[in-house]
């Protein structure tokens, strides 16, 4: 079967000029191949962080938080409507998962569950032998919240990263809860993160000016209250405050948010959309002479006097801010509140000069393990080994067209396994050859001979193949990060050298026969 | 066109059989030797597993390193190791895992920062949080696990499932030493050396099926030919490639110890043991262990005395000792 059927040779010829045509822009600067004309391919394989330089941060949204939110806002929510309609209670409180609360009057239990049902229609309530109520968040409601907690936090996330003026940076959900932040070209991303280090959730609410700052320091707050420190200690001003739990008006009625001056200070500006500047209008109308205090996750930024309704829905929030951390807050708020808080878990970045000595090293062990090989073959085979570096010369150009057309990234362990194929590649062809010495030896006739060693080769092959895939398959589906890396060009590479050490080769061994009409195998 | 050299001009005889009590005793020692100094010297993670932090800084000038060392050790966060390392200015900082969770882990980062001040040009910053490092281990655990299963499963379904469990042992004898080295010198074991033990994996069961390969074919040439023979004969026919495709590999190897830099190092070590250990147990584990797992259509006898290279050719005795 040493014969080609030549729509076989076309193709053979095809997908090898593929090959080469897909891999010249990666030997090009990205500026020559702008400029060359529009039908040549311009794609380059893409470089990882490591090779590039940038940070990759890798973030868990705090699922739990939002729960515990939630049923303390409920809390909240049952005072307020078991007051309202004068039921006595006892033990109200959140407990693990749940909220529990004990009735005086058991009687009065439909008026509550209606009331509660109301605010929220996605209990369990269950009643205890010694009249104590639960109430429960369903399993779906609780799975629903987290989902949408995680999607949310993508969204601000994104919002506050393209605030930064960060370009090409990717931020995608990783599993179950972890958010994937890629910033190429940031090798110190201190700022990112804390930008995203903050929740900044922004309440505006009165100070219980009944109650004392240092009792409520101590855990004694009147019901309904909470003590908030300050952000930072100043000389002459409260180290915390006592507020009204309720917010007049919160961070996500805000329309804009504006780093700016006032009397050489800087300050951020804010504007409220028409039912925050409504709620503010009213809520400043009420309580003229007294403090409100500005809070941003849970610390009080400051607490102003109200000296006057303010109306307009406009203000300032004045605090001893920078230039830099004022307008960090009105970024944030511009970008909105993050509904759970997030933590790094993982940070890796690399600096441009690192990943330029990466890429070099990364080149120049391919480059000698290139030369040491295909000396070895011609040193090994004379002429069929110059078959197989052709070979592996085209299986060079068709794997980086294959990682530059799928839009792999490669990384440095990818650049490893480039490495390591160059020399798998070659052992298809040794089998071969291999092979056909034998059958040479055992007396065969010259072309019985290569068909007998392509043929009986052919398994074996496929055989060690096949099992270096299964690691990768298995590098790449349990593997993260580097491994992934080195999984994929792994594989691809064995993938094609599958086809350039039988087919290219077979076909220049084809091509040669006819041409030469040789007597006897040079190996 | 000049005669290309031939390294294994006839084929060889070696007694590879009569070898094999020699081979199964060194892969004994090494094995047990491997598990024992896992368990005693344990292995030297990287971030990649232990979390914590590994900062390679570049300073203006030739690198201070013990006054570094002062600034760091009074930040509070525990054991600073600061370490020269490729030029005079680059200094690899590692900090042990912080207590406290994934949030500490990044305040002392931003610590270490302000400590050494604006002019430290930070080459790599590598922050592993608790979390991940678990995770990581696990996963790898599993990917190894999975890929030894795997193979031996492939291997069973190409040929028989005698072969496989022998594929399986062979590689599980590779894997184990790979990591017993990695004990023994203490390199730092990463992200990059457990990929390098996966694709160990996946490699040194290469020659071990180009052998078994060989087997299964002189088996079914030869049906009556006495068992230790035909495996020392297939081994010995196939002795030039085995040589021949290592060898290919280990210079793409050598190139990457050599040249791919800091990185790959860990990888790269890995990588060439595998290769030597992976070949080694093809020659001197798998195929002797066929001998005793016996394929189906096997003739001579299990069990007996190593024979003795005189025995290299079948005699009418062995024929009749046939299951």
Not at chain 1, 327 to 356: F, K, M, Q
Not at chain 2, 102 to 119: F, M, R, S, Y
Request: proline share 4%; glycine share 10%.
């Amino acid at each position: 079967m040493l014969y080609f059927q030549t729509w076989k040779v076309a193709l053979i010829l095809a997908v090898c000029a593929l090959g080469v045509i897909f891999t010249l822009p990666n030997a090009f600067s990205t500026q020559t191949v702008e400029s060359w004309p529009g039908f040549f391919p311009k794609h380059q394989v893409s470089l990882g962080l490591d090779l590039r330089g940038g940070s990759y941060l890798l973030l868990e949204v705090d699922t739990a938080s939002v729960e515990r939110d939630r049923l303390n806002n409920l809390v909240d929510e049952l005072r307020t409507a078991l007051i309202a309609s004068h039921v006595g209670y006892t033990s109200l409180g959140v407990a693990g998962d749940h909220v529990s609360v004990k009735l005086t009057d058991a009687s009065k239990y439909q008026d509550v569950h209606d009331a509660v049902v109301k605010y929220d229609p996605d209990l369990q309530f269950t009643t205890a032998s010694d009249g104590t109520i639960t109430l429960k968040p369903t399993q779906e409601a609780v799975e629903k919240r987290r989902q949408s907690a995680v999607d949310q936090s993508i969204e601000i996330v994104r919002r506050r990263i393209d605030e930064t003026g960060t370009r090409e940076a990717t931020i995608q959900r990783e599993g179950d809860k972890r958010i994937l932040i890629e910033l190429p070209g940031v090798s110190n991303p201190e700022h990112v993160k804390a930008l995203l280090g903050k929740t900044a959730r922004l309440t505006f609410q009165m100070v219980d000016q009944n109650a004392s700052a240092d009792e409520g320091r101590a855990g004694h707050v009147p019901p309904g209250d909470e003590y908030l420190p300050a952000t930072e200690n100043r000389p002459g001003l409260p180290t915390g405050y006592v507020v009204k739990r309720r917010a007049l008006v919160s961070g996500d009625m805000l329309t804009d948010a504006q780093p700016t001056f006032q009397e050489n200070e800087p300050v951020v500006s804010f504007k409220f959309d028409s039912v925050g500047a409504r709620r503010f209008a009213e809520a400043t109308k009420e309580n003229v002479g007294k403090l409100f205090a500005i809070v941003l996750d849970n610390k009080v930024i400051s607490a102003p006097v109200i000296r006057e309704p303010i109306l307009g829905g406009q203000g300032v929030i004045s605090g001893s801010f920078t230039a830099q951390s004022a307008s960090d807050l009105a970024l944030l708020l511009r970008a909105g509140a993050l509904p759970a808080p997030l933590t790094v878990i993982e940070e890796r970045s690399v600096g441009p000069d690192l990943g330029a000595d990466s890429i070099r090293e990364g080149t120049t062990s391919c480059i000698v393990g290139v030369i040491l090989v295909v000396l070895f073959m011609i040193v090994f085979y004379g002429l069929f080994g110059i078959f197989a570096d052709i070979a592996l010369f085209f299986n060079l150009c068709i794997m980086m067209a294959a990682l530059t057309l799928l839009g792999a990234t490669l990384t440095l362990p990818g650049i490893a396994g480039i490495a390591l194929t160059l020399g798998m590649a070659v052992d298809a062809n040794v089998l071969i050859y291999e092979r056909i010495r034998e059958e040479v030896r055992g007396g065969r006739s010259l072309i019985s001979s290569l068909q007998a060693g392509f043929e009986r080769a052919f398994g074996t092959i496929l055989d060690s193949h096949v099992t270096t895939l299964v690691a990768g398959a298995l590098m790449f589906w349990l593997g993260s990060g580097p491994v992934k890396g080195f999984a994929v060009t792994l594989s691809i590479g064995v993938l094609t050298s599958l086809f350039s050490a039988i087919l290219v080769t077979r076909l220049q061994i084809v091509t040669w026969l006819r041409r030469f009409k040789p007597k006897v195998i040079p190996i | 066109m000049f005669r290309p050299l031939i390294v294994i001009r006839r084929i060889p005889n070696i007694d590879f059989m009569g070898l094999r009590m020699f081979g199964f005793a060194i892969s004994a020692v090494m094995t047990i030797g491997s598990i024992v100094l896992f368990g005693v010297n344990g292995l030297n993670y990287g971030i990649d597993f232990s979390g914590g932090i590994v900062i390679e800084a570049r300073t203006p000038q030739a690198a201070d390193i013990s006054a570094m060392r002062t600034k760091l050790d009074s930040l509070g966060i525990g054991q600073v190791a600061l370490q020269g390392f490729g030029g005079p200015n680059d200094v690899m900082i590692r900090v042990q895992r912080q207590p406290g969770g994934d949030q500490a882990q990044e305040n002392a980062v931003t610590k270490v920062k302000q400590a050494l001040g604006p002019d430290v040009d930070y080459r790599s910053t590598n922050v592993v949080g608790p979390t991940i490092g678990a995770e990581l281990i696990r996963a790898g655990t599993i990917a190894t696990i999975l890929a030894l299963v795997a193979i031996a499963i492939y291997v069973w379904f190409r040929f028989e499932w005698q072969f496989g469990i022998g594929a399986m042992l062979s590689t599980l004898h590779d894997t184990i030493t790979t990591v017993g080295l990695f004990a023994l010198l203490q390199v730092e074991f990463n992200l990059t050396t457990l990929a390098a033990i996966l694709t160990i994996a996946g490699y040194s069961i290469n020659d071990t099926v180009v052998i078994y390969d060989r087997v299964r074919e002189t088996m079914r040439r030869y049906k009556t030919m006495d068992f230790s023979t035909l495996i020392n004969k297939s081994l010995n026919e196939t002795l030039s490639r085995t040589i021949l495709t290592v060898s290919t590999t280990a210079l793409a190897v050598l190139s990457l110890f050599f040249f791919g830099g800091q990185v790959l190092h860990g990888f790269s070590i890995a990588m060439l043991w595998g290769i030597v250990v992976g070949t080694y147990s093809s020659l001197f584990i798998a195929a002797p262990m066929l001998y005793y797992i016996r394929p189906k259509g096997v003739h001579g006898r299990g069990g007996e005395p190593a024979p003795s290279p005189a025995s290299a050719h079948p005699s009418p005795g062995t024929k009749t000792g046939a299951p």
